[in-house]
């Protein structure tokens, strides 16, 4: 992983965003996230507070989320070693 000194988020917050990054292939860009609203006030809010990431909730099931990276979060990933699929 490579660094960079325009990542705002934390080490905790930075994995977690790089696994949805990763994940991302295996959604067609748009991974699906299993998350409580105890979880959500974590690493994703900081994700969202910092404009990399936006969430929609699924239709089907109240606790999962599709993620949808910004240009921003696109772009650090990329900085970060992992492509975001689009």
């Not at 977690?16 to 994703?44: C, H, R």
């Not at 936006?54 to 599709?66: G, K, L, V």
């Amino acid at each position: 992983m490579t660094t960079n000194t325009n990542n705002p988020l934390t080490a905790e917050a930075t994995k977690f965003f790089l696994t949805l990054a990763a994940d991302s292939g295996n959604w067609n860009g748009t991974p699906l996230l299993d998350i409580t609203k105890e979880e959500q006030k974590g690493y994703l809010t900081a994700c969202k507070k910092h404009g990399l990431l936006a969430t929609e909730r699924d239709e089907d099931n109240a606790r999962c989320y599709w993620v949808f990276a910004s240009d921003k979060g696109r772009e650090l990933a990329k900085q970060l070693g992992v492509d975001w699929l689009e």
